[in-house]
């Protein structure tokens, strides 16, 4: 049984950060794709970070420069580095694995299999 647990969320103010951690049982991380996804009420859920079965990453735009994506394979975890938050990056924050092959990263959540239950960010200005 493949699980994501989603821990390191919470409330913070505007220019403050936050690191979230994506613990996987069942399934190992180091053969696929795997990315951070969020979504605020009332919005559909939209890919945030992706990185693929190396080090290559990919970013929304509106995160470039603040977040870090990156995978400790040993330790099957996935993290997600977020700096200099804004009160736009509040949303409930999913990470998620492709489970198959992948070129490249990807930010499109209807190409990942495995989702965990999601973990909260509120920013507040």
């Known amino acids: 049984q493949v699980q994501l647990v989603e821990s390191g969320g919470g409330s913070v103010q505007a220019g403050g950060s936050l690191r979230l951690s994506c613990t996987t049982s069942?399934?190992?991380?180091?053969?696929?794709?795997m990315g951070w996804f969020r979504q605020a009420p009332g919005l559909e859920r939209e890919g945030v970070a992706a990185i693929d079965r190396g080090s290559t990453t990919s970013y929304t735009d509106a995160v470039k420069g603040r977040f870090t994506i990156s995978r400790d394979n040993a330790k099957n975890t996935l993290y997600l580095q977020m700096n200099s938050l804004k009160p736009e990056d509040t949303a409930m924050y999913y990470c998620a694995a492709l489970g198959g092959f992948c070129y490249s990263p990807r930010t499109t959540p209807r190409e990942y299999n495995y989702w965990g239950q999601g973990t909260q960010v509120t920013v507040s200005s």
């Open positions: 069942g399934y190992s991380i180091s053969g696929t794709c």
